[in-house]
């Protein structure tokens, strides 16, 4: 490397690519960045390694997971071909919407200007068109049964929470109050794994999806398991408006939910949405959160849950932060409980 080339510490390269110090050492674990060392031994980023620190952020802002871009940068073209038909089509879709929008709008204000529709019944038209499916709850315990809104539900919706914050019990509230959703509980793993089973065997059409969908994951470099095969039947089951799940990481290891959250969100944007609780920063990585996206934070002190936009310095953001760990330390603090002072 030219010694007058300029180089970047962590903080600095992480602001120039809007990417968090946390991503780029995510992708030096994974092989995909090797940072120079100075000589007090701080890591540095030349302009070299700032040109492939920019091809692996563009191509994860396409949906290609870390095992992908480590064949892409290699020079596998027939993945990044697949990684752009997928996101072509993700695009195709939105455009479709977009042109339903724009003649929903043009149609709205025709009626308007021929008086044949009110300026309250063309607002509701606008807000059913671009909300539309929406929920208020009670709040259950351990809140005080405040009124919580919900204004639009999301392709993909994040609840995150300490231990005790209530954030499951708001999860099942609401599954109950949005029309035509489900709940799919982590019993899924021991009682549904093998209900999940007969399914398949007995309906080769959910078998077939469920099977289409786990090969996309193992493209990914998702591993196959009872557990994936559990939440994918559970996913391609048809009926539901809305599918709830708890622990949406249960039982998959870290490269299977990172695969997982890459093919959620290659999905068509008309699919159902979701809703799933997570502690895991392998399905809720802050610096991958799309506009089809929201975060819900249960506080631990059981203020009102909020929502929380995926920035520094936003409200929430550093408790939200705080809620979510790696899947090996998820693992080696199952079920423990922060030790609070009584009252």
């Known amino acids: ?46 302009p070299e390694l700032m040109k492939r620190a920019t091809e692996i952020v563009e191509l994860r802002m396409l949906g290609v997971s870390l095992a992908e871009i480590a064949r892409v940068l290699d020079g596998d073209a027939h993945v990044l071909g697949r990684a752009l038909a997928a ?24 009626e308007l200007d021929r008086g044949t529709m009110s300026v309250a019944s063309v607002v509701s038209n606008i807000r059913q068109a671009s909300n539309p499916i929406s ?20 392709r993909l919706t994040h609840i995150v929470g300490p231990l005790g914050s209530g954030k499951t019990r708001l999860a099942m509230q609401l599954a109950e109050a949005i029309v035509g959703a489900s709940f799919v509980g982590v019993d899924r793993l021991t009682d549904d794994a093998a209900a999940a089973k007969e ?31 559990a939440l994918l039947t559970a996913l391609e089951i048809e009926g539901p408006t809305v599918q709830v799940i708890d622990m949406l990481e249960e039982g998959l290891d870290a490269q299977t939910q990172e695969a ?52 520094p310095g936003t409200p929430g953001y550093e408790a939200l932060i705080t809620c979510l760990a790696t899947p090996a330390v998820r693992a080696r603090t199952e079920g423990v409980i922060a030790m609070r002072r009584s009252a």
């Not at 724009?102 to 149609?107: A, D, F, L, N, Q």
């Not at 929920?135 to 999301?154: A, D, M, T």
């Open 260 to 311: 997982l959250m890459c093919f959620l969100r290659r999905r068509a944007p008309e699919a159902r949405s979701l809703i799933f609780l997570t502690r895991s920063s392998s399905i809720l990585d802050v610096d991958l959160i799309g506009p089809d996206e929201t975060i819900i934070l249960c506080p631990a002190n059981h203020s009102p849950p909020m929502l929380v936009a995926p920035y």
């Open 135 to 154: 929920v208020v709850i009670n709040l259950p315990w351990p809140w005080g049964g405040e009124r919580y809104e919900l204004r639009e539900v999301r």
């Open 1 to 46: 490397m030219n010694s007058t080339a300029q180089l970047l510490n962590p903080s600095e390269a992480a602001r120039q690519l809007g990417v968090s110090t946390k991503a780029l050492r995510l992708y030096e674990e994974r092989g995909l960045l090797r940072p120079v060392r100075t000589a007090a031994g701080w890591r540095a980023y030349g």
């Open 87 to 110: 996101h072509e089509v993700v695009l195709e879709s939105r455009a479709r919407q977009l042109y339903e929008t724009v003649h929903r709008v043009r149609r709205l204000r025709s």
């Open 199 to 229: 399914m398949l065997a007995a309906d080769p059409h959910l078998e077939f999806r469920v099977r289409h969908s786990m090969s996309a994951i193992a493209h990914d470099g998702g591993k196959e398991s009872n557990a994936l095969i």
